[in-house]
Structure formats: C-alpha cells, structure tokens
C-alpha cells in the first residue's frame, strides 16, 4: 500500500488542479469550514463537518435544464471534471444513495453527466465531528466502505492511501508516494476504525425507532407534538445528503424566449402533496414530518442504499440546523421513549 506524507499532501492537490476542479475543505472568514474551488491559502485540514453536504456539486439548488432563444431549444447540461477533496465516509454515503436515486428508470442525465466526470477523495473520519454524528449507527461511517476513488487515512506524519477504483490508481501518478507493507497497512487502517469507532457512540434509538416505525407502533402524539413546532422552514431537507426531491417551473423572459429550472423542494412543504383539485392527502405538518422520517428510516422509495442501513446516513446536520431542534436524533428518541 501507498503512503503520502502530510507534506506533500498540497503538492499532490496541485497536481489535481491541473486537470480537474478541485473542491476542498475551505475556511472562510467566519470560521466555518466548506466545499469550496481549492486555494492554497485557504486550505486546511484541520475542520469538522461542513454545514453543508457536497451533494450540491452534482445536484444544485436551483439548475437550468433548457433555454429557449428566439424560438429556438436548446438544452443545457452543464458538466466538468471535478475531484472532491476530503469528503467524510457520511457524505460519501449520501452521494451514493442520491446517484442510485437520480439512476432509477430513465436516469437524471443532469446529475449523471456532472457525477460521472467527478472522482472523490474521502478523508476516513477519525471520530464524531460533533455531538450529533452517529455514522457507525447507520452504517455510513466512520470509514467509506465503496464509491470513493481514493480514501485517505491520517497516520501521524503521512496518510495511508486506500484505493478504491480504476480512476483512483489513475490519480496518484506522478504523485510523490512511498511504499508501506501491505500486511502493516492493513493492521493500521483496522486500528484506525476500530479507534473511530469507539469515539463515536451507538444510538440505540435509531433502532428501537426503525423497529416502532415498521410495526406500526410509534406513538402518533410524537408527530402531533413536533408538528406543532415545525416552522417549514425545509432547512432539514436541503442540508441532507439524501434528500433530492425537486420542483420544476418554467420562466418566459420575453416573447420567444425563457427557461427551464428545477430547484430543490421538500416533502414538508404544504404544497409538496398538494393535488390539482386542492386536495392534500398529507394536509398537517404532523403528517407530512411522519412521512420523512418513515421515508428515511424505512423504505426510502425502494431506492438501493448502498449497504447503509437507511435513507439517513447519520450526518446529524438537520439536528445541527433544525432551529426548533427536531432533527432525525430528536425523532428517533421520542419514537423509542
């Protein structure tokens, strides 16, 4: 196996560049950290989960999808080639779980085209980012376990270099490298996740909840009471990895002349299930917050999750952000109380 030291990590970013856009971990003035079009000095790799998951570099939150001009169509696919740089295993996860939405029937060619130019490095996380992370409950994390090209592992002065697929090996030539024994590699990664593992708590909740959901036994007063607190604000819903619902609306500029976009939607929106006639089968927050959360811990329309245990891959952003806090670890402890 191969090793990088840590200082020749930016070196290595740099040879990237060249070819792709690269996005990574960027602190901004404020002192958050995020996804951001890679600057030397703004770099760093000294950061806890963006506020934001990459998901937006292949699905945005309001994208065209055709013009017309003077009567004429054209469509718009807007794709490059992309390498996200340190992506966690949770993020990793959800782009999984959205490209296998965005490839069912008839695939997303938007999506596609843009996911299919992109590689990914992950940075395998070495404990919870904060008190809501429970990535190893979920199964997504503490370490990526497919998808990525190349996953990085933090060993004191270098980073043990994992790789995960053909484009991956592509990646690291003319990269400075250096060779570990693949039997002590292989010792240390399992060190690492065994270490990851213990600093990040099970939520036993998540189960118990997963179980009430499925047997139709959660009490229904726990909707009544987080719908009674919900503002709308569908900030869960754009913050989640896996969350691609989707409107689609149509814009005249002038006689001859406009658009086609689609922004990002949420099912806690009156107006998600809202029908032609007026009818709406989901007409209370109560039931529209019952119907996520079923959708996440549950089925997950029939989507495949990509070896995780459910549509939720335990990032704990909607708890982070929630400002009425009834995020998915909200939830779940309430169903299993």
Known sequence: MKTLAKKDLVKAINIWADKFEVLSPTKTTNGDCIFDTFQENKFTTDYKKPPLSPKASFFPQTEVIFKVEKNEYREVVAAKKMLLFGIRSCDMMGLLQAASFMSRDKK?????????MAATVVMACPGPQNETCFCTTT????????????????????????????????????????????????RQIEEFKQKAVRNIPEVKAVIEAMNKLKDHKADEKVWDSFGQKCITCGGCAFVCPTCTCFNVYDHQSSPGNGLRARTWDACLYGGFTREASGHNPRSSQALRLKRRHEHKLLDFNGIDIQGGL???VGCGRCSDYCPVHIGTLEVVKAIAE
Not at 108 to 116: C, E, G, I, Q, S
Not at 156 to 179: F, H, M, Q
């Open 108 to 116: 997303d060619v938007y999506y596609n085209a843009k996911r299919d």
């Open 139 to 186: 199964l997504s994390g503490p370490v990526a376990k497919k998808g990525f090209d190349l996953q990085l592992y933090d060993m004191d002065n270098v980073y043990l270099v994992e790789v995960g697929t053909p484009r991956g090996e592509k990646l690291l030539s003319g990269i400075p490298l250096a060779d570990m024994d693949d039997g002590l590699a292989k």
């Open 310 to 312: 459910c549509g939720c």
